[in-house]
C-alpha cells in the first residue's frame, strides 16, 4: 500500500482561503514546505505564482496542487469535490512547466536574474516611449522599436498579460514562445512574433537616460534597465496537478474558442 506523500499547506492571505486552510487542517495533517512531497495552494492564480516562486527560490521545488479560492483561478483546481484530499491528489494530472529565466543589466552595469513562470516584460517608465533594439540568438531583427512595452510570454502565461496585449494563445505542447509587443508606435504594423522556445532573446534600450525601461518577471520589478536577455530555464521544472479532465492544456485549449 503506498504511503500518502507529505503535505504543506500554502493558503493566501484572503479570508476565504483562509477559511478554508483552517477546515483543511481538521481533515489532514501538513509539514512544512521544505519538508513536504507536495504544495497545496489555496487562493487564485496569482498566489499560486507567488508559491511557485517561493519554492524557486528556496530550491525546494515540489509539484503544486492548487484550490481555487481567488477570481479566475486558470492555474487552480475547483475547491469543492465529494473526493477527499488525498484522494484529488492522487488521482491527478501532472503537468511540467519551464520558466523563464531573465538575466537584466541595469544603469550601473550590475546584473540581476529573475525567473518568470507566466511573462518577463519590458516596461516604459515615464510618458517617454520606450526605444528597443530586439534580437533574436544573436541576430538583430528590429533595430528600432518605439513601443510602450514588449513581453515575453510562456505558453502557461499566454491566457494573461499576452492576451490581454493582443498576443497569441500558445498551446502548452508547442514549445514556443509569444513575443508581443503593447501599443507598438514604430513599427506600426508589427504584432509579434510567435518562436521556439530554445531560442534566446535580447533586448536593449535604445536612449536609456531619455526613455527609461523597468523590466518585470511575473512579480519581480527593476528599473533603470540597459539591457534583457531572455531563455528558458528548463533545468528549474515546475509541476502543477490538475483534477483529471480539468488540467491547464485544456483550459488553454478552450481559451482559444472564447469570445
Known amino acids: ?16 482561503a483562509q477559511e478554508a486552510a483552517r477546515h483543511l487542517r481538521e481533515l489532514a495533517d501538513f509539514v512544512p514546505l521544505e519538508q513536504a512531497e ?4 489555496l487562493g487564485g492564480d496569482g498566489h499560486m505564482l507567488h508559491a511557485l516562486h517561493q519554492m524557486l527560490d528556496s530550491g525546494h521545488v515540489i509539484p503544486a496542487y492548487g484550490l481555487n479560492y481567488g477570481t479566475v483561478g486558470f492555474m487552480m483546481n475547483k ?19 519551464n520558466p523563464l529565466e531573465m538575466i ?19 516596461l516604459r517608465e515615464t510618458r517617454q516611449t520606450a526605444k528597443l533594439e530586439v534580437s533574436v540568438n544573436g541576430k538583430v531583427r528590429l533595430p528600432e522599436l518605439f513601443c510602450d512595452g514588449i513581453l515575453v510570454s510562456t505558453p502557461a502565461g499566454s491566457t494573461a498579460y499576452n ?28 504584432r509579434g512574433a510567435i518562436i521556439p522556445d530554445h531560442y534566446e532573446i535580447d533586448f536593449r534600450v535604445i536612449e536609456p537616460l531619455k526613455r ?10 527593476l ?29 488553454i485549449f478552450a481559451e482559444q474558442f472564447q469570445f
Do not use: H, Y
Request: charged share 25%; hydrophobic share 40%.
Open 1 to 16: 500500500m503506498n504511503t500518502p506523500p507529505r503535505l504543506a499547506l500554502m493558503p493566501s492571505d484572503t479570508d476565504r
Open 38 to 41: 507536495v504544495a497545496v495552494v
Open 79 to 97: 475547491p469543492k469535490s465529494s473526493r477527499p484530499l488525498l484522494e484529488r491528489i492522487a488521482r491527478a494530472r501532472p503537468l511540467a512547466v
Open 104 to 122: 537584466a543589466t541595469t544603469g550601473s552595469g550590475a546584473q540581476e536574474s529573475f525567473c518568470a513562470i507566466n511573462e518577463v516584460s519590458l
Open 163 to 190: 492576451l490581454s496585449a493582443n498576443g497569441p494563445i500558445l498551446p502548452l505542447g508547442s514549445n514556443m514562445l509569444a513575443l508581443t509587443p503593447i501599443s507598438p508606435f514604430r513599427p506600426r504594423r508589427w
Open 212 to 221: 527609461p525601461v523597468a523590466t518585470v518577471a511575473d512579480q519581480k520589478e
Open 223 to 251: 528599473r533603470d534597465i540597459l539591457a534583457v536577455k531572455v531563455k528558458v530555464a528548463r533545468e528549474r521544472q515546475l509541476t502543477l496537478l490538475f483534477d483529471p479532465g480539468k488540467t491547464l492544456e485544456d483550459r
